[in-house]
């Protein structure tokens, strides 16, 4: 089956940790993406990349960052400078987008918590 | 900027009620607009989605209408069932922002029998 796979499902930080997501998708995408979800605010994109090697920042890319080594793996590393790191982070993917009624599909995301 | 309103939640409903969550945006020119679904546990699904004024997306039941006039985008249900239960988001992606998808705050829907 064809989808994008988040690991783990749950993560602790200690303080002052780097921690990293794992993001895999098997859908040939080329974008993909970070988001963080916080109870009452929806989701704020953190970084993105539309192709190998080469990302963007999103709206809240402070304390975050990600590489793009391969087309499939697109991971994230939550930094020590990230100070309310409490959250629930969702990878998403899609072809790249030439038309913007391009959908996302969505990983079933990582909750990460600190100690 | 880009911003999306929804109404907020949880919205409580008796099974086979009627459904309305309301979505407002703010973007320049003419977006597309989504409404994505969370399962408990889960990541986001679309749902369904409109392209131009006047568009009406529809999926499983649910519906929603591009409304250029009121800048609304609200998503309705006749008959909701407890497996309707999940959080709804309502997104915009404006025009030659093809990369950003701008999501609302999310209205939880809870079903019960």
């Known amino acids: 089956d064809g989808g994008i796979t988040q690991s783990p499902k749950y993560l602790f930080r200690k303080e002052g940790q780097n921690v990293t997501l794992s993001c895999e998708q098997n859908?040939?995408?080329?974008?993909m993406y970070w988001y963080r979800q916080d109870p009452g605010q929806g989701l704020r994109l953190i970084y993105y990349?539309?192709?190998?090697?080469?990302?963007q920042k999103g709206d809240i890319a402070e304390g975050y960052s990600v590489s793009r080594e391969k087309k499939e793996s697109f991971p994230l590393t939550v930094t020590s400078a990230q100070k309310n790191p409490t959250a629930f982070y969702l990878c998403?993917?899609?072809?790249?987008?030439?038309?913007?009624?391009?959908?996302?599909?969505f990983g079933s995301g990582t909750q990460l918590s600190v100690l | 900027g880009d911003s999306v309103t929804q109404m907020e939640g949880p919205v409580t409903l008796s099974e086979e009620a009627f459904l309305t969550i309301n979505c407002t945006y703010t973007?320049?020119?003419?977006?597309?607009l989504f409404w994505y679904v969370q399962y408990p546990g889960e990541g986001l699904q679309l749902l369904l989605k409109?392209?131009?004024?006047?568009d009406k997306g529809s999926n499983k039941g649910f519906e929603a209408t591009y409304r250029k006039e009121t800048t609304s985008f609200h998503l309705e249900k006749g008959s909701v069932q407890v497996s309707d239960s999940a959080v709804y988001f309502c997104?915009?992606?404006?025009?030659?922002?093809?990369?950003?998808?701008?999501f609302g705050t999310g209205t939880r829907l809870q079903v019960t029998l």
């Open positions: 973007a320049t020119g003419y977006p597309s």
């Open positions: 997104a915009l992606r404006a025009a030659g922002t093809a990369s950003k998808l701008t």
């Open positions: 998403a993917s899609s072809i790249v987008p030439q038309e913007t009624n391009e959908k996302l599909f």
């Open positions: 990349s539309q192709i190998v090697n080469d990302f």
């Open positions: 859908l040939n995408h080329d974008a």
């Open positions: 409109a392209t131009k004024a006047d």
